[in-house]
């Protein structure tokens, strides 16, 4: 019990003058009891006598039971603190290295620097689409920018209806199912009801709504089909973007064409 008081009453010293008094007994108690001294001072008992006669009041069994082990639930009152303040400094922990207490449930983190701790964000926020540079088949490379780490994500967002998505999509999924081991693949038709997250990330790239949009690794986009490349030269140009942003696993054979490393270099 000395230990819980001490962290309480030396928080509450701070803005009080009357607990300073026992803020002082609780750290000598404390010092004593990790010497392995007997606690001289009447703290423990004080304490004791108050918990014990407020609980009188309430209930006359409860306060025998307390008084008579109370020493047994001083140690575990001081176990369960301990075990709070690991969690808690656990909590900062995450909150500091990925942005949020709780990653197996961000929802779940009481505190969120933003103040609203439902608040989706895009995943890409920080990449500049405005400030990209034309680079090989029709795409955008924001050179400020470098691929999402871990398997680099992957988008085609479209709609049912337009015949440029219908015709990109087939060659898009044939591509990127060569890489399915190596990238997150996601293919969002925006005229059905979709998650807020990928509708951010549509909007992030495609400002005025245009479509096809196609987003690789967050550091490559383009807004439109590749219909001038022609279906062969279509291929080949998502291959070599597949191929730069995966560094060219040894399962894609096509990423060790000569045409396809040419392609490559040019990105």
């Known amino acids: 019990m000395c230990l819980v008081a001490l962290v309480v009453l030396a928080v509450l010293s701070i ?3 009357r607990y300073r008094r026992w803020a002082r007994e609780a750290f000598d108690c404390v010092g004593r009891r990790i ?55 656990y909590g900062f922990y995450n909150l500091a290295m990925v942005g949020t207490c709780d990653p197996a449930d961000p929802d779940n983190c009481i505190f969120n620097p933003d103040g609203d701790p439902n608040r989706v964000v895009c995943v890409f926020e920080d990449y500049e689409p405005e400030k990209a540079v034309p680079t090989i088949g029709g795409f955008m490379d924001i050179e400020s920018a470098t691929v999402n780490g871990g398997k680099p994500m992957v988008y085609f967002f479209g709609t049912t209806w337009c015949p440029h998505c219908g015709w990109e999509k087939p060659i898009f999924e044939e591509v990127m199912n060569k890489f399915n081991n190596t990238i997150d693949i996601t293919i969002v038709e925006i005229d059905v009801e979709q998650p807020e997250e990928d509708m951010l990330i549509f909007n992030h790239y495609s400002t005025d709504g245009y479509i096809p949009l196609l987003v690789l690794g967050g550091k490559y986009y383009r807004i439109g089909a590749g219909e001038s490349l022609g279906e062969d030269g279509e291929r080949q140009v998502l291959t070599a973007f597949l191929c730069k942003i995966t560094r060219s696993p040894n399962s894609v054979a096509e990423c060790g064409q000569p045409e396809i490393v040419e392609l490559i270099g040019k990105i």
């Open 15 to 17: 803005f009080s003058a």
């Open 35 to 89: 010497t392995l001294r007997p606690c001289i001072s009447s703290f423990n008992e004080n304490v004791r006598a108050i918990i014990t006669s407020s609980l009188m009041k309430r209930h006359m069994g409860l306060a025998r039971f307390t008084h008579r082990h109370f020493e047994a639930i001083s140690l575990i009152f001081t176990a369960v603190m301990f075990l709070s303040m690991a969690y808690s400094v």
